[in-house]
């Protein structure tokens, strides 16, 4: 799987955590995702700008926490992920 959809897996499987299977529902919601299971999740948009709408779905919700949560859960693929195709809402 391409790293930008494992990040963009383990923020959905962060937020499911926390919020339960609501957070699944959300991420279906997000334009240029693919969402089939939290385990089968595809970036069909661009990687930039679907991460920023993902986070920000979350955010919209649940606020700046989620944001927090989406951070740390992005930080285990910051290594494997281009600069370019990180969101400045993912950057500290």
Do not use: H, R
Request: charged content about 25%.
């Amino acid at each position: 799987m391409d790293p930008v959809a494992q990040a963009a897996s383990k923020i959905i499987k962060e937020q499911q955590a926390i919020i339960g299977p609501v957070a699944l529902d959300q991420a279906k919601k997000v334009s240029g995702l693919t969402v089939n299971g939290i385990n089968d999740i595809k970036i069909t948009g661009n990687k930039k700008e679907t991460l920023e709408k993902l986070v920000k779905q979350f955010e919209k919700l649940f606020g700046k926490a989620s944001v927090q949560v989406c951070k740390e859960a992005y930080s285990m693929y910051a290594d494997k992920i281009p600069q370019t195709d990180v969101p400045d809402i993912l950057k500290n």
